[in-house]
């Protein structure tokens, strides 16, 4: 695992990483052998930013990169309906463990890899649902994919770390742990499948789960000042719904860090820290 530092003056959100730490990551994205690069990180954290940099500072090469997004792959809202009338009420919600589309995600990136003309599916948040086919992004070649998610490559807990609640969420919705027990699961018999296709990976590495309600928030605020008629969360809304992934993102946290390729530490203004 290499550790990755850059100084950085601005939010990432607002200003994307500086152009020299993202030349060092197309470098190691470029490695022999790379066809899926994955970048992992915590919501907020600037994956999709710095994946559509790696976009820009890939075709300035030549270099025809496509980005994959696992929220793309999420069940679509009946599916998810279904799994909270059989398992949990809390499945409903989409995005933790047990929630995606793993069938469809590895053809889609078997697809990308052996060079086949394929469909990335695109999932619509703010309706909820998934896009027709028709409205999929259609790629007949690329070179490298970059395949971004909140989670990517995260190992499951040891049952034990079950048994007591994290959160309130947790603790009131989830009292006998039937959801987290579930999510975890997935993690174990149906992830590593989809965590065997990338080939190399990156993380961005936040300096604790206490940053990630307000970089979300920050998300949710941007998203709404841009399309006055969205409906959106408030505040309260939003860190609950930060709650359904703060255990697997805990567990990312203690882990990724010794799983990486390459390891970008950040700050709470999503800086890349300078030094060790």
Not at 112 to 134: M, S, W, Y
Request: overall charge neutral.
């Amino acid at each position: 695992m290499t550790q990755t530092t850059h100084p950085a003056a601005a939010d990432r959100a607002a200003s994307g990483f500086d152009a020299t730490l993202v030349a060092a990551v197309l470098a190691d994205a470029r490695r022999a052998g790379v066809r899926i690069y994955g970048v992992s990180g915590l919501q907020g954290c600037g994956k999709s930013t710095l994946a559509a940099q790696l976009v820009q500072a890939g075709h300035a090469t030549g270099l025809q990169v496509v980005v994959v997004s696992i929220d793309d792959f999420y069940l679509d809202r009946p599916q998810r309906d279904a799994l909270a009338r059989e398992v949990h009420p809390l499945l409903r919600t989409r995005g933790p463990p047990g929630t995606h589309d793993l069938p469809l995600a590895l053809a889609t990136l078997d697809a990308l890899r052996e060079g086949r003309r394929v469909r990335i599916p695109r999932f619509d948040k703010l309706a909820d649902r998934r896009l027709p086919e028709a409205a999929w992004q259609y790629v007949a070649q690329a070179d490298l994919v970059v395949f971004e998610g909140w989670f990517l490559a995260t190992p499951p807990e040891p049952a034990d770390a079950l048994a007591a609640p994290i959160n309130t969420l947790e603790r009131d919705e989830d009292p006998d742990g039937l959801w987290r027990r579930h999510c975890n699961d997935a993690l174990a018999r149906d992830y590593p499948a989809l965590w065997s296709c990338i080939d190399r990976l990156l993380v961005l590495q936040a300096p604790g789960f206490e940053v990630v309600p307000g970089w979300r928030w920050e998300q949710e605020r941007t998203a709404q000042e841009r399309d006055a008629t969205r409906a959106g969360m408030d505040r309260a809304q939003c860190d609950r719904f930060v709650q359904h992934y703060e255990r697997v993102s805990r567990q990312a946290l203690r882990t990724l860090p010794s799983i990486a390729d390459l390891l970008v530490p950040l700050d709470g203004r999503r800086a890349p820290r300078i030094g060790p």
